[in-house]
C-alpha cells in the first residue's frame, strides 16, 4: 500500500511538475464549455440540464485520455527507469495501480475543474442534480475505461507517438460499436441479437445509461471489468516486455 | 553471499548467458569484464531479478531472485548501466521517492537522503532538476540511489562510464572504501579499473566464464608475466641478444629497441632495449642480474614485467570480439 501511495505520489507530481498538466487543464477546460455552448448552443436551447456538455466528452476523451496516458509505460522503458522501478521493491501491481491512479486522478481533478457548469446551469435554472451526478460518475468511469486502454498500449511501444495514435484508434473501436451509425449498420447485415450484443461491449452504450440518470450496477461493473482486464493485460505486457 | 547458478539467458535463439555460476562473498569486489555483448548487463539484470532467466537461479543474501524478488531486491543496491533516473523530478525530491519505496519515512526518511546527499557530494544541486544536471552529477544520483538503504549488496554496471578522470578516481575510492563491509558486483571494460578496485575479477565472453581469478592471478597469465624488459647503454644488440639467450631459464630474447631515427642515446652512448622471456614457470630475474653484472654493463633500465590483462582479456575473448 505504501509502494503504491510513493508511485501515485511520484507520478502525479510529475503532471503538475510538466507543462503537460496545465496544457491539458485548459484545452479540457475550453474545449468543453466550447462545444457547451458553441456547437451544441446550450444558452439557445433554454433547458437547465447538462446534457449539451456531458454529450460531447467522450469525443474529447478520445484525444485527451490518450495523451495523458500515452508517456505512463512506454516513457519508463524508453528512458530505462523502469529498470530502476522494478529493482526497488515495488511489486509490478503497485507499480501499475500507482501510476493507472495516478493519471485518472489527474483526469478525475480536470473534470472537477468543469465545475462552473454546474453553477452556471444551477445559476439559469433548476437542473436536476441526480442526473447531474450520475453523469459526472458515468464520464469518470469512461475515462478510466480510455486510460486503462491507454496504459495497455503504452507497455507495447517505447515510442510515445506510436502509443498514442494505437490508442485513440481502440477507444475510437470501443466507442463506435454503440454509436448509432454503426449499430443501424450492423442491424441491416446482422440479426438485432448479436448486433446488440456487440454494442453492449461499447463504452458508449454503458456511458449512456449514466447521461439518463441511471447509476446501474451493470454499467459499473462493465467499466469495472474493463479497467481490470486492461490492467491485467498490461501487467502482462510489462512482464514480457519490460527488459527490451 | 551471491550465489549464482548455472544461469542461463536467451534471447531468441540467441544465448546471451550461458549456464554462468559463481560466488561472491561479503568484502569481495568481484569486476565483471567482458567485451561489449559480452553478457555482462544480462547477467546483473537477472541478478538483480529484473529480467527473469531461461534456467537457472541466484540468491541474494539466501534470497531467491525468481521466488523472492521483493526480499532480494530489498537487499540490493543497484546501478543500471547509464544511470536512469526521473528526469523531470529534482534530485531531492527523487531520493525521497526512493527512501520511501525503501521503507523509510518520517525523520529517518528525510536524514537518510540528507545523509546520502552529504556523501555524494549532491547538495548544490538538490533542487535542480535532474534533466539539466551533468553526466557526472547524474551518475552521482544513480549512486546516491542504489546506496541509499545502505545495502549489503551492491550491483554496479558500469559505474564510471562517462566520467572524467577525477571523478573516476572518485568513484572508485568511494568503491573501495564501501568494499570493505559489503559485497560488490560491478561491469566494466576498462581494465585499470579491475587492477585499482578489485579483489577478484570475472571475465565473460560470449556468454560463458572464460576466466575467474584475481586481477594478479588473470595477469599472471600473460605471456609477458615475469618476462624482464632491460635498458642498456652502449652495448652493443649483437652481443647483448647473445649473450642473454644464454642465460639460465632464459626462453627468448627480443630487441626491442628502436630503429635508427628514433634511437636514444645516452652520454653520447646509444641504448638498446632488450626484453627476456622465460621458460614456463621460471623466474629469471636473478641470473640475469649476475650474468649482466658479470659482463659489467651499464644499465639503464631493468624492469620486471607483471603482465598485461589487456593481452589475457584479448587473447581470452578476441572471439567474441571479432564477431
Known amino acids: 500500500m505504501r509502494n503504491f501511495k510513493a508511485v501515485l505520489k511520484r507520478e502525479l507530481k510529475s503532471y503538475f511538475e510538466s507543462p503537460v498538466a496545465y496544457v491539458f487543464i485548459v484545452i479540457f477546460l475550453l474545449a468543453t464549455s466550447g462545444c457547451t455552448f458553441f456547437i451544441s448552443r446550450f444558452f439557445e436551447n433554454r433547458i437547465a440540464t447538462l446534457e449539451p456538455f456531458f454529450i460531447w466528452h467522450p469525443w474529447l476523451y478520445l484525444f485527451l485520455v490518450p495523451a495523458v496516458g500515452m508517456r505512463l509505460w512506454s516513457e519508463e522503458r524508453k528512458s530505462g527507469t523502469i529498470e530502476l522501478l522494478f529493482t526497488l521493491p515495488i511489486t509490478l501491481w503497485e507499480a501499475l495501480a500507482g501510476k493507472f491512479v495516478a493519471a485518472w486522478l489527474f483526469i478525475g481533478i480536470a473534470l472537477v475543474l468543469t465545475f462552473p457548469m454546474v453553477l452556471t446551469v444551477a445559476y439559469l435554472g433548476s437542473p436536476d442534480y441526480g442526473i447531474i451526478f450520475s453523469s459526472y460518475l458515468g464520464s469518470f468511469m469512461l475515462s478510466g475505461a480510455f486510460l486503462a486502454v491507454t496504459c495497455l498500449f503504452s507497455a507495447m511501444t517505447k515510442n510515445q507517438v506510436i502509443s498514442f495514435v494505437i490508442s485513440v484508434v481502440a477507444c475510437f473501436s470501443m466507442l463506435m460499436l454503440g454509436v448509432g451509425v454503426f449499430t443501424d449498420f450492423l442491424n441491416r447485415y446482422l440479426p438485432v441479437w448479436l448486433s446488440d450484443a456487440i454494442s453492449a461491449f461499447s463504452f458508449f452504450t454503458h456511458y449512456q445509461g449514466f447521461q439518463r440518470g441511471l447509476i446501474d450496477s451493470r454499467d459499473l461493473v462493465y467499466f469495472v471489468s474493463v479497467i481490470v482486464f486492461m490492467l491485467a493485460a498490461n501487467a502482462l505486457v510489462l512482464e514480457r516486455k519490460k527488459a527490451e | ?323
Open chain 2, 1 to 323: 553471499m551471491i550465489a549464482v547458478q548455472s544461469l542461463t539467458r536467451h534471447f531468441g535463439s540467441i544465448k546471451a548467458v550461458d549456464n554462468i555460476s559463481f560466488t561472491v562473498d561479503k568484502g569481495e569486489i568481484l569486476g565483471f569484464l567482458g567485451p561489449n555483448g559480452a553478457g555482462k548487463s544480462t547477467t546483473m539484470k537477472m541478478i538483480t531479478t529484473f529480467l527473469p532467466p531461461t534456467s537457472g537461479t541466484a540468491t541474494v543474501g539466501g534470497f531467491d531472485v525468481i521466488n523472492q524478488p521483493l526480499e532480494a531486491r530489498a537487499k540490493i543496491g543497484y546501478l543500471p548501466e547509464s544511470s536512469p533516473s526521473y528526469r523531470d523530478m529534482n534530485v531531492f525530491d527523487f531520493l525521497m521517492f526512493a527512501a520511501e519505496v525503501r521503507g523509510y519515512d518520517g525523520d529517518e526518511r528525510l536524514s537518510r537522503v540528507k545523509k546520502i546527499m552529504e556523501t555524494c557530494n549532491l547538495k548544490e544541486v538538490a533542487y535542480q532538476q535532474i534533466d539539466t544536471l551533468s553526466k557526472g552529477f547524474r551518475q552521482r544520483v544513480g549512486f546516491a540511489q542504489a546506496f541509499l538503504h545502505d545495502p549489503e549488496y551492491l550491483i554496479l554496471d558500469e559505474p564510471t562510464d562517462g566520467l572524467d578522470p577525477n571523478q573516476k578516481q572518485e568513484v572508485r575510492n568511494l568503491i573501495k572504501q564501501m568494499g570493505r563491509e559489503k559485497c560488490i558486483i560491478l561491469s566494466t571494460h576498462i581494465l585499470e579499473e579491475v587492477e585499482a578496485v578489485c579483489s577478484r575479477a570475472i571475465i565473460i565472453g560470449e556468454g560463458k566464464i572464460v576466466a575467474d581469478g584475481s586481477p594478479e592471478e588473470l595477469r599472471s597469465r600473460s605471456k609477458l608475466h615475469g618476462a624482464i624488459t632491460l635498458e642498456l647503454i652502449g652495448v652493443d644488440a649483437r652481443d647483448a641478444l647473445a649473450g642473454l639467450e644464454k642465460v639460465q631459464f632464459v626462453d627468448r630474447v627480443t630487441d626491442l629497441t628502436p630503429s635508427e631515427e628514433g634511437g636514444s642515446e645516452k652520454n653520447g652512448k646509444k641504448v638498446i632495449k632488450m626484453r627476456l622471456f622465460p621458460m614456463s614457470g621460471k623466474s629469471i630475474a636473478h641470473e640475469t642480474a649476475s650474468f649482466i653484472h658479470q659482463k659489467n654493463w651499464q644499465v639503464d633500465g631493468f624492469t620486471v614485467e607483471k603482465g598485461d590483462l589487456n593481452e589475457v582479456f584479448y587473447n581470452l575473448t578476441k572471439g567474441g570480439v571479432a564477431r
